[in-house]
């Protein structure tokens, strides 16, 4: 699976848009981009997930950059129920069987 | 929906004993199931997969004989940790596809471990 970087951490104020960046440029034409999050002591819990199309959910909604070299999640209105580690993970759907590689993740902590 | 359920969620144990941590596909069968662990401030680090009816398959460094898998049934997989040390004090989470391919994933709440 190809290799994704974000920033360690980052903070919002509450009600406001949460954008959270990721970069994937080795991903690869089979290869989808996850999102998860962890709040803090519990497992991870999917958000999303999109191959080169913009995808929206009513959790958040996913930016994938034309070359598919980047993504932003988008969290429209963050509360501080959204304060947790958000995990990008790129893929391949098929074949892969169900294991995730987790890279550092981003640390975003909502303000009131 | 699918839900992915572990049991205990918190553990505490003696060293030099073994303790057993379930995982559970409720409404759904999974024939692979998936184990992590996860120390403190850390990411997860995938260390297992769990195959029903066949041998686990461990990643590179996991040792076999100290993290005992089972996947006795579809819906069933255990992670028995023999002779715990301080060390192997950790959050202890698993995974199960919902479908053969791995395009839908679920999560269990995670087991805490801690090793006295």
């Known amino acids: 699976d190809a290799k994704t970087t974000q920033p360690t951490s980052m903070d919002c104020a509450e009600g406001r848009a949460a954008n959270l960046p990721c970069n994937h440029s080795t991903i690869s034409g089979n290869e989808y981009v996850y999102w998860y999050r962890q709040i803090h002591s519990q497992g991870p819990q999917y958000i999303i997930h999109?191959?080169?199309n913009n995808e929206t959910n009513e959790m958040a909604s996913l930016i994938i950059t034309e070359d598919r070299k980047s993504s932003t999640l988008i969290l429209p209105h963050a509360t501080l129920r959204d304060t947790a580690v958000y995990y990008c993970i790129v893929r391949a759907r098929a074949g892969s069987g169900g294991k995730l590689t987790f890279g550092q993740g981003t640390i975003l902590t909502v303000h009131p | 929906g699918a839900v992915v359920s572990q049991h205990p969620s918190r553990v505490i144990c003696k060293s030099g004993t073994s303790v057993k941590i379930e995982c559970r596909s409720l409404d759904f069968q999974a024939t692979t199931m998936f184990w992590y662990r996860q120390f403190p401030k850390k990411s997860l680090m995938l260390m297992a997969t769990s195959n029903e009816g066949s041998k686990a398959t461990y990643e590179q460094g996991v040792e076999k004989d100290k993290f005992l898998i089972n996947h006795a049934s579809l819906t069933l997989s255990t992670l028995t940790v023999t002779s715990a040390h301080p060390e192997d004090s950790s959050f202890y989470i698993c995974?199960?596809?919902?479908?053969?391919?791995?395009?839908?994933?679920?999560f269990g709440e995670g087991s805490w471990l801690t090793v006295v």
């Open positions: 999109g191959l080169k």
């Open positions: 995974s199960a596809p919902v479908d053969r391919e791995g395009n839908t994933i679920y």
